[in-house]
């Protein structure tokens, strides 16, 4: 009882979206995750997390509206999350909204 329980279709994406997770697209996530922490250390914003994982380490709360506002949608515990689907120029649009939003230069 579920609502893509024994989906045939969505049994074939899934499946499909795990042969394409290969050690190649891992990779690419991973740095994909460095560049965003690095490069919002280098603007004065903590961060902390592996991989594809990004926390933003300040008070969230205040800052979570500002990222809201500019059209990033984090955790409310400050938590990011990459994914194989994103580009190059999404990752540097997300590194230029969160510096623009809460740049602690």
């Known amino acids: 009882g579920g609502t893509f329980s024994a989906n045939p279709v969505t049994m074939k994406a899934g499946r499909t979206a795990l042969d394409m997770f290969d050690h190649a697209?891992?990779?690419?996530?991973?740095?994909?995750g460095e560049i965003v922490r690095s490069e919002?250390?280098?603007?004065?914003?903590a961060t902390t997390g592996r991989g594809s994982l990004i926390r933003l380490?300040?008070?969230?709360?205040?800052d979570w509206w500002k990222l809201y506002d500019a059209g990033l949608l984090a955790c409310?515990?400050?938590?990011?999350?990459?994914?194989?689907?994103?580009?190059?120029?999404d990752v540097e649009h997300i590194?230029?909204?969160?510096?623009?939003?809460?740049?602690?230069?």
Not at 57 to 62: L, P, Q, V, Y
Not at 76 to 89: K, Q, V
Not at 95 to 105: E, K, S, T, Y
């Open 25 to 32: 697209a891992i990779e690419r996530l991973n740095a994909a």
């Open 76 to 89: 409310t515990n400050g938590l990011l999350s990459l994914s194989t689907a994103m580009s190059t120029a």
């Open 57 to 62: 380490t300040f008070g969230i709360s205040a």
């Open 95 to 105: 590194i230029r909204i969160i510096v623009g939003a809460i740049g602690r230069d």
């Open 40 to 45: 919002l250390g280098k603007a004065g914003i």
